[in-house]
């Protein structure tokens, strides 16, 4: 049997289906997946969903499969696509501010620009997949000029408290430590990464633990903070967030 919480999380999950679908009922929900309500309430009370059924959902409906079976990120997959929107406007403004750079005699590669990675949800609560992109961003002079400095376009909505929200260019400088209140970019020895709040580090039996903080985006409410703990050991890049350009 499932526990408490797991159980909690599929009773949740239901209700995300439905609301997607406008369903009141398990009669309802299973009209729109081709079942019997039978059906339907078996895989409640077992607290197993057919991955399909998400599928079907989000199909149908045009909704994210993080949302219906996480709860989190934009519940819409259309607010995913204008954000592929956005990448896509920011690289043609790169080649035309590249060819302004250009007639001026200025090589954008060698004196102001950083490159520019993106972050794809993943499906763990606070993390993104990392993903490189043939982009570059006009950086300030600072980070244009540090060894390592480089851009990261905001995903999700885990900062909207802290003022980051989706399409966001946050700069980052991985030579400066970061101090408590710092907005960060951390990635894993694993290719997983994530921008959230510094809060400083922890030592105790097992290793040191640097203290990420974030929160969780609410349907039907608030966002919700929460507490990141990662082991310093698998941390592969740790950077402060030194600039962020909301607008274009």
């Not at 909690?8 to 079942?35: P, Q, S, Y």
């Not at 078996?42 to 909704?63: C, E, H, M, N």
Request: glycine share 10%.
């Amino acid at each position: 049997m499932p526990g408490n919480r797991e159980k909690i999380g599929v009773e949740a999950a239901f209700e995300r289906l439905k609301k997607a679908a406008g369903c009141k009922t398990n009669t309802d929900l299973g009209r729109v997946l081709g079942i019997s309500q039978a059906s339907v309430s078996q895989a409640k009370a077992k607290g197993r969903i057919p991955a399909d059924w998400f599928l079907t959902i989000s199909s149908k409906y045009d909704v994210s499969i993080d949302w219906l079976v996480y709860g989190v990120g934009p519940r819409h997959r259309g607010q995913a696509a204008e954000l592929e929107a956005r990448v896509r406007q920011l690289e043609r403004e790169n080649e035309d501010l590249r060819s302004q750079l250009l007639e001026k005699g200025i090589e954008p590669e060698r004196d102001l620009i950083v490159p520019v990675v993106s972050l794809a949800e993943c499906g763990l609560k606070g993390w993104e997949r990392r993903s490189p992109t043939s982009m570059w961003a006009a950086a300030p002079p600072d980070i244009a000029k540090a060894e390592e400095g480089f851009a990261v376009v905001a995903v999700g909505h885990s900062m909207a408290p802290a003022g980051i929200m989706p399409g966001h260019i946050l700069f980052c400088d991985p030579k400066q430590e970061p101090v408590i209140g710092d907005v960060v970019f951390v990635e894993q020895d694993d290719g997983r990464a994530t921008v959230k709040l510094f809060s400083g580090r922890s030592s105790r039996q097992g290793g040191r633990f640097i203290i990420l903080e974030g929160w969780l985006p609410k349907q039907d409410g608030p966002p919700q903070p929460f507490t990141l703990e990662v082991r310093e050991s698998v941390v592969k890049v740790l950077a402060p967030v030194i600039y962020i350009k909301r607008r274009l």
